[in-house]
């Protein structure tokens, strides 16, 4: 089974402070996905990557950046963290048209 | 640029009842339809997809969805719950066949004894 693993379950951080989200995927996938997910909301796309080094920003970009130095791993950054940052953050993986595998999940809290 | 509205943020139900869970859509282009759903501490896993041909899509633990291409719209139904249906359920839509997904605001499922 793909798995795609999320470093943290839950994080709480404070405002102001560089947050770093990590997310490894263990099945060679070429694309990788960072989500965010608000009650109500449902999903939006921060940023994604089809390929090592290379990022495309998503739906609401800003405020973060990503880094993907190797293929298995995607990070998101929080270069300065603010309250309205508070959410669940998800990590995806893919190949090229094929269905999207999901981490659990980092519930992020910033105060 | 497409967007997907799911119209109720809430279904109870009673166990063994059958649901139907809404989900319409909107694009000028032509769309791949999905049905996720993610279950309590887990993260999201694939339940259905329309790509083409017959528009009733059969999916993993019964469940189906029918795409309505003049309605705009890709409800998921099934005919009896469980109890272990409790879930969140994202619709979403794709021009790509699956890599850049716009989601709907999801749909919590309470099926209730």
């Known amino acids: 089974d793909v798995k795609v693993t999320q470093s943290s379950r839950y994080l709480v951080k404070r405002t102001g402070e560089k947050v770093f989200l990590e997310c490894v995927q263990d099945?060679?996938?070429?694309?990788m996905f960072w989500y965010r997910q608000d009650p109500g909301l449902g999903l939006r796309l921060i940023y994604f990557s089809y390929d090592v080094k290379m990022k495309e920003k998503g739906d609401i970009p800003e405020g973060y950046s990503v880094s993907r130095e190797k293929k298995e791993r995607f990070s998101l950054i929080l270069e300065s963290a603010s309250t309205n940052q508070t959410s669940m953050y998800l990590c995806?993986?893919?190949?090229?048209?094929?269905?999207?595998?999901f981490g659990s999940g980092t519930q992020l809290s910033v105060l | 640029a497409q967007s997907v509205t799911q119209l109720d943020s809430q279904v109870p139900v009673f166990e063994e009842a059958p649901v139907e869970l809404r989900c319409n859509y909107s694009s000028s282009v032509s769309v791949y339809l999905f049905w996720y759903v993610q279950y309590p501490n887990q993260g999201l896993q694939l339940l259905l997809k329309y790509l083409s041909g017959s528009t009733l899509v059969k999916g993993i633990n019964g469940f189906e969805a029918e795409f309505n291409k003049s309605q705009t719209s890709f409800h998921l139904r099934k005919p009896s719950v469980h109890i272990s249906d409790t879930a969140e359920y994202f619709c979403?839509?794709?021009?790509?066949?699956?890599?850049?997904?716009?989601f709907g605001g999801g749909t919590r499922l309470m099926v209730k004894p």
């Open positions: 979403a839509v794709s021009v790509d066949a699956g890599n850049m997904l716009t």
């Open positions: 099945m060679d996938h070429e694309n």
């Open positions: 995806a993986s893919s190949l090229l048209y094929e269905k999207l595998f």
